[in-house]
């Protein structure tokens, strides 16, 4: 039991560091597209980051069924 608990326990440590390297990634991105003036290179209203928010999950959802169910 403790194995699988350690298992989760790194698994989940390791979403989050590259969450957070993403997060500050685009951050730095962001910052500087603006110094420079230059539009950002992602849709500049949350209704668009939602939508590509749900194309990831759409993606994520139909690989776990493919790997739950038929194989």
Request: aromatic content about 18%; some cysteine; overall charge positive.
């Amino acid at each position: 039991m403790d194995y699988y608990k350690t298992a989760l326990v790194f698994f989940w440590c390791h979403l989050m560091n590259e969450a957070l390297l993403a997060t500050i990634t685009g951050f730095a991105v962001g910052m500087l597209f603006s110094f420079f003036r230059l539009p950002i290179p992602a849709p500049p209203v949350l209704s668009g980051v939602m939508g590509i928010v749900g194309v990831y999950l759409g993606h994520v959802c139909f690989q776990l069924l493919l790997t739950r169910f038929f194989s």
